[in-house]
């Protein structure tokens, strides 16, 4: 089957998470992901959290399926003069070193513009460019802190806090692929590469909108009234943490169910739409609740929100998390239960689909990972093995017209 990727031939100078799960994406599409790693390490997440002693750790395996490995050391003069052949014939390089990492290594975008004119360069850095934060190194959790996510994570009378998904790495990879697929088709048009820069603090502040949403209304009108400090408690100046509470115009928290004393999950997201308040009235078996003043409209509601998700708690006593689901989907009220990595790892809808994906490794076996969430009617992603370090290195510098000899020197001069 042709991929639409097909013929794109990306560069891969990326590691840890932001740039893999990008170019993994693009992979999956169908595009020659060739990444380059140095020799005898490669991506530190080869060995970072290894469950298995000498194979790829998970983290790398996760990150970097369906790619080739190129061992080079671009530091070197022979080693540059490859990645020189290899961007003279590449379409796409992805990076997210350092600040000025790129150009330290003497591959400034001037230059690789110069190299290869109709190449697109595309960048992940923790600051944009020109910001006054812009030689920081960053990782998840200070992209999270820095781009908006913490301080409006968690509870009022707690910390910030972070979340467990990954919204300042994979997010800010998802926002490069997109930027790099735009300037694919604007080079189609003009002929002309171009440079992407895509920050992790604008990634995580791009998902937070709503909150710089609220930050205006609270300026406004001086308080939030569907979040839990309203109208009992107090609002400062800066959006507040509001626990579970939804971030639209829908109240919503997480509920216990039975079994919730001995198991941490055994709990659903309820959410009380304003149009399906008829609905749950009737569900929970409450249908006087329809008509009552005090209850009627989500003003009346507000006040005494949490009254009402006790009494909801209540009725989700004798249910588990998958028994009350199944009863409230019957009245159209959106909710859901709060599943485990493990209920995920094992839920058959998710293998059907191709979201949860069963991989063969040659040094592993088998282990499970994400495949593509973007589901398509022409194209079936298939998610291979990611490399073994160097795995391609031949097969890449044959392919940019190097001899067995030629390959030989580099490796004496430890350039592959
Ligand atoms: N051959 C020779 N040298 C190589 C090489 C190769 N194939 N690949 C990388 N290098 C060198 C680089 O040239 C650089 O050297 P210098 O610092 O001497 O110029 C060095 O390896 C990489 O530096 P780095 O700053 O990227 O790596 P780090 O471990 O110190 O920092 C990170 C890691 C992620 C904090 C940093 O890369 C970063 O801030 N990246 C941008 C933001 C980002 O993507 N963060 C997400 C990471 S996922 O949580």
Redesign the pocket.
């Known amino acids: 089957m042709t991929k639409p990727l097909d013929g794109i031939r990306i560069i891969d100078?990326t590691?840890?998470?932001?740039?893999p799960a990008c170019t993994q994406l693009l992979a999956w599409f169908g595009a020659d992901v060739i990444k380059?790693?140095?020799p005898g390490s490669g991506d530190?997440t080869r060995n970072q959290l290894r469950d298995i002693p000498d194979a790829d750790a998970l983290y790398f395996t996760m990150l970097n399926s369906n790619k080739k490995s190129l061992t080079?050391?671009?530091?070197k003069p022979e080693?540059k003069e490859v990645l020189e052949k290899l961007i003279r014939e590449s379409d796409v390089l992805v990076e997210?070193?350092?600040?000025?990492?790129l150009d330290?290594?003497g591959f400034s975008w001037e230059r690789l513009n110069e190299l290869n004119p109709k190449m697109i360069v595309a960048s992940?850095?923790?600051f944009s460019d020109g910001h006054h934060y812009d030689d920081l190194?960053?990782?998840?959790n200070v992209a999270q802190c820095a781009g908006g996510a913490a301080s409006t994570t968690g509870f009022w009378d707690g910390p910030p806090t972070i979340s467990a998904a990954a919204l300042?790495?994979s997010n800010?990879g998802m926002h490069l692929a997109i930027g790099i697929l735009t300037a694919l088709l604007g080079r189609d048009k003009t002929g002309k590469g171009q440079k992407v820069a895509v920050s992790?603090q604008d990634s995580v502040l791009n998902l937070c909108r709503v909150k710089l949403r609220d930050q205006q209304r609270l300026e406004r009108v001086g308080y939030l009234e569907e979040y839990p400090q309203y109208p009992h408690g107090e609002f400062s100046d800066v959006v507040p943490r509001g626990g579970n509470a939804g971030g639209g115009g829908q109240p919503g928290w997480v509920l216990k169910c039975k079994g919730w004393e001995t198991d941490p999950n055994a709990y659903i997201y309820f959410t009380i739409q304003g149009h399906a308040w008829e609905p749950i009235c009737k569900a929970l078996g409450k249908p006087e609740w329809i008509d009552d003043p005090a209850y009627k409209t989500a003003e009346a509601r507000q006040p005494h929100i949490f009254e009402i998700f006790k009494t909801i708690e209540g009725w989700l006593a004798d249910k588990t998390k998958f028994e009350a689901v199944d009863i409230l989907r019957k009245f159209d009220i959106p909710c859901a239960p709060v599943l485990t990595m493990k209920e995920l790892a094992n839920d058959p809808s998710l293998r059907a689909s191709g979201t949860i994906v069963e991989v063969q490794h040659k040094k592993r076996g088998s282990y499970l990972t994400v495949g593509s969430p973007i589901k398509f009617s022409d194209l079936k992603p298939e998610v291979t093995a990611s490399p073994l370090l160097g795995e391609h290195t031949e097969e890449v510098l044959a392919s940019l017209g190097y001899s067995k000899q030629d390959i030989f020197n580099l490796r004496e001069v430890k350039a592959v």
């Open positions: 100078f590691h840890v998470q932001a740039g380059v790693e140095r530190v080079l050391d671009t530091k080693g997210n070193f350092g600040p000025g990492a330290r290594m992940v850095k923790g190194k960053v990782y998840e300042g790495d800010t992790m």
